[in-house]
């Protein structure tokens, strides 16, 4: 317990050094304030659970120490819960009864851990929500300052003058549609860090030689069918007006996301034994990466197979393989 403790809490100073970073406001500091749930995650895959808890609890603490109560929950809404959480869900396990006896782990389903990473990233974003305003109007509002704030700085622009875009752009139009993305796309940013954080911790700790899992298999990874019916109420909501609908748009965003996540795992299983399967994938990568949008054919994909089992019919259509 020692030896888990010590680990936590260099994990935990790590992760609030690398959260505190974006205190110095240098563009370096962005990619490490996002990389500040990697070290929790990394004591929780390589270590224990208990060490991934001690990470949260000490980053939290040192962080309300050296800046205030507002640094400390954000630090555990935005990295130390959703780091601890993941890394303690990707090493749950139980025993599987093979003819009356126990044999090897069940692990918890890596398309599950995919959903919590969904469902926690729309958490930290409706929980910032109220710091803007209580209302649909209020929070455009805030928002909307907040943003031109931000705008003046940028430009170097007086408090009193007018504010002035380069390229004559309109910045009341541009700061309203920025309103308009902000939450969905802080959903996506914060699924996709989620994600990537827990990936990355997992090769590392895979590389030390101490992840006991065994790397799962990406393009089996499934959804639940009632999944489904939940996105589909949550874009529903999102169409509401006030609040409702920004709370909607999140969640809809943030599991969007992860069906993209499922719609490339569809892909890596359906193109398996094609000479063209390299191309295909790069291509698809390549296109996702320079059209964003393009995110939403792979969210189709992951849906249409959650519904009909889209892996399964295609396999049948296959055949057995050929025998050499």
């Keep these: 317990m020692i030896h888990f403790a010590i680990i936590g809490i260099g994990a935990g100073a790590a992760a609030a050094l690398l959260f505190a970073s974006v205190t110095s406001g240098t563009l370096l500091s962005i990619p490490l304030f996002y990389l500040a749930p990697l070290p929790i995650m990394i004591a929780g895959l390589g270590w224990s659970y208990w060490a991934a808890f001690t990470a949260v609890l000490t980053g939290a603490v040192a962080l309300g120490l050296v800046f205030g109560t507002v640094f400390l929950f954000a630090f555990l809404a935005g990295a130390g819960v959703p780091g601890g959480l993941l890394a303690y869900l990707a090493m749950l396990a139980r025993p599987v009864k093979t003819n009356g006896h126990e044999g090897a782990l069940e692990w918890y389903p890596t398309g599950r851990i995919v959903i919590w990473a969904a469902i926690l ?66 959903a996506v940013l914060a699924t996709l860090t989620n994600l990537f954080n827990l990936w990355l911790a ?12 065994p790397w799962p298999q990406i393009s089996a990874m499934r959804f639940p069918p009632t999944l489904t019916a939940a996105l589909a109420i949550a874009i529903a909501l999102s169409f509401a007006g006030g609040l409702i609908g920004i709370i909607g748009g999140v969640i809809s965003a943030s599991l969007l996301m992860a069906y993209g996540v ?38 189709l994909l992951g849906a ?5 089992d889209l892996r399964t019919r295609i396999s049948r259509t296959r055949g057995p393989p050929a025998i050499p």
């Design 121 to 186: 990233a729309a958490l930290v974003v409706i929980i910032a929500i109220p710091n803007l305003g209580t209302d649909g109007e209020s929070f455009r509002i805030g928002l909307h300052d907040a943003l031109a704030r931000m705008l003046r700085i940028q430009t170097g622009g007086s408090s009193d003058a007018p504010l002035a875009l380069p390229g004559g752009t309109d910045p009341e139009r541009f700061i309203n549609f920025l309103v308009s993305v902000i939450p969905a796309t802080a």
């Design 304 to 308: 249409l197979d959650t519904m009909i």
């Design 202 to 213: 997992g090769r590392v700790v895979k590389f030390s030689g101490r992840l006991s899992r």
């Design 262 to 299: 499922l719609g490339f795992a569809v892909l890596h299983s359906i193109t398996e034994g094609m000479n063209s399967r390299p191309f295909l994938l790069a291509g698809t990568y390549l296109a996702v990466l320079m059209i964003g949008w393009l995110i939403l054919a792979l969210c």
